[in-house]
């Protein structure tokens, strides 16, 4: 997803809708579900893989990216990303010199993020695994000294038992005191509903590609949900593409997520307002909570 700032807040443009068929030329598979009442958090994002960083590159800068780099390079040890998606949290934190693992559920993703990993030289000490969070697929013995969850990778989780899942997960791989660092996206809850806006024109492929964005935005406010459904029009020559996906994301308070870590063991350490470490306050335009293992 991108991440701008929009009204005064900085918002991601998730896209998308549920999981579709692989984009296949000139043809877009659409799962739409009603509201978002049958899409799950993981879906999409196979379907967005190949635009991700084109997009990502016009509007969500890098202003996390530092910070998770400090704090890697502070805790030392072994650390984990969740949902590394292709990489981009992961190459500059895995060039600090800390030994990482990121892990996602997406295959396209993570065969990004595998391949810069690879042409960055950095296989010994970044390694890459297919999986879900809410139920991390590490044996008894994985000890994490950091566990980063960034750009709002935790409102993938659209219901209640799936965040619960992830974070029972994630106490049962960090170590003792080990530190869990989350990055929520404050505003998707009040992005403005619309349908098939452009949102962007440009060139992929070292510009042998056409890329229109259409995008459509929906809440559903019972369930906390907002709903970004993508159309990708990508022309080469006299070819058209057309890829279609969803992508939902679940929003809590900042409340609401400190009172699940603690209720998952883990104890508040900080909650900070952006990225350079000025404590929050209701008005913050970033969410940054960091929480120990208790
Ligand atoms: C917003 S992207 C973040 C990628 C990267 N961390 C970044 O900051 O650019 C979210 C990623 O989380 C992955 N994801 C979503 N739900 C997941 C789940 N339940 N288990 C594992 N990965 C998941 C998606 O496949 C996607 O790659």
Redesign the pocket.
Known sequence: ?TRQRRAGGRA?D?KGAGRTGAGVKGRGLVARAGAGSRME??QG?DEYAPF?DWE?ARTLGRQ?VRFWRDLARRIGGRAL??????G???LPVGRTGVSLVG????AP?IARARRRVRQARLSARVSLVR????ALPFGPAARFDLVMA????LQ??VREA?LAATLASVGDVIAPGGLFGIDLVPDLPVWAEYRKRVRFRGWRRAGRAHVTLVESVRQDRARRLTIFDQEYVERRGRHRARRRFSLVFRTLSVAQMTRRLERAGFEITAVLGDYGGRPWDPRADVWLILAKKT
């Open positions: 997803m991601p998730p958090g993981w994002w991700y990502n996390d990303e969740l949902g590394c998606g292709t981009r949290v992961l892990v996602d559920r997406s993703m999986g879900d969070i809410r960034p750009y709002g990778i993938s989780l799936d």
